[in-house]
């Protein structure tokens, strides 16, 4: 299937645990930022999203916390399981009708 | 079941030869989509759709054309094609005009151009 990238940064975790997934975003202006899943050989996968009018969302095993005094976003995976591995983006709305994605995490969940 | 579909998956071409690759979606939606993905530079807006007959560039639109002539459709035309455009490339619907909903992304097409 397609690569993603070879040079990711990558999260080790072992299956159980939870995991924290970080992103520092770039505009101040953003008002809307969603969490995206990939597998290998799959397209980008949606995961929870949160608005700039609240710090934290919760979904099934997954919460995300927003901190716009440092631009800075993260994802908790609760009780990570192999089916977790993947790499995981962030994404701002910073530009009307635009999507801006970070770089992406490889996590990897050992059993 | 609902899903975006792209054609072809896999696309092996020369510099110069002007080629189409294929975006539908089956959920009404309004706003479309087109990204790149390259390793180390993330996915990257191509161009976008709020409805039929609206398009707009994103952050990377240079050597690329888009049209929405339908709801359903959006493909993405590379009228000459360069090496520098090999990478892979997704097509994303959501179901308003807007980004500030989940978009659905398909399953993506590996484009070479030698």
């Known amino acids: 299937g397609e690569s993603v990238g070879l040079h990711l940064p990558t999260l080790s975790v072992q299956e159980g645990d939870n995991s924290i997934i970080n992103c520092a975003y770039s505009n101040s202006a953003s008002d809307y930022f969603i969490w995206y899943k990939q597998e290998s050989g799959k397209g980008p996968q949606f995961i929870i999203d949160?608005?700039?009018?609240?710090d934290k969302r919760q979904g099934q095993r997954v919460t995300v916390l927003l901190n716009k005094t440092v631009k800075h976003l993260s994802l908790q995976i609760a009780a990570t399981q192999p089916g977790d591995s993947a790499v995981y983006f962030c994404?701002?709305?910073?530009?009307?009708?635009?999507?801006?994605f970070g770089g992406g995490t490889r996590l990897m969940v050992k059993p | 079941e609902a899903q975006v579909t792209q054609n072809p998956r896999y696309l092996i071409t020369v510099t110069g030869k002007k080629l189409t690759v294929t975006c539908s979606q089956n959920m009404n939606h309004e706003y479309m989509s087109w990204y790149r993905q390259d390793p180390g530079l993330g996915l990257r807006q191509i161009y976008y759709s709020m409805n039929v007959e609206v398009t707009d560039k994103g952050d990377v639109p240079e050597g690329y054309k888009v049209s929405r002539k339908e709801k359903r459709n959006f493909p993405l035309i590379l009228e000459s094609p360069s090496p520098n455009q090999t990478s892979l490339y997704f097509c994303a619907s959501s179901r308003r005009g807007g980004v500030s909903y989940e978009q659905y992304f398909g399953p993506g097409t590996r484009l070479t151009v030698t």
């Open positions: 949160i608005r700039s009018n609240m």
């Open positions: 994404a701002e709305n910073n530009a009307g009708n635009m999507l801006t």
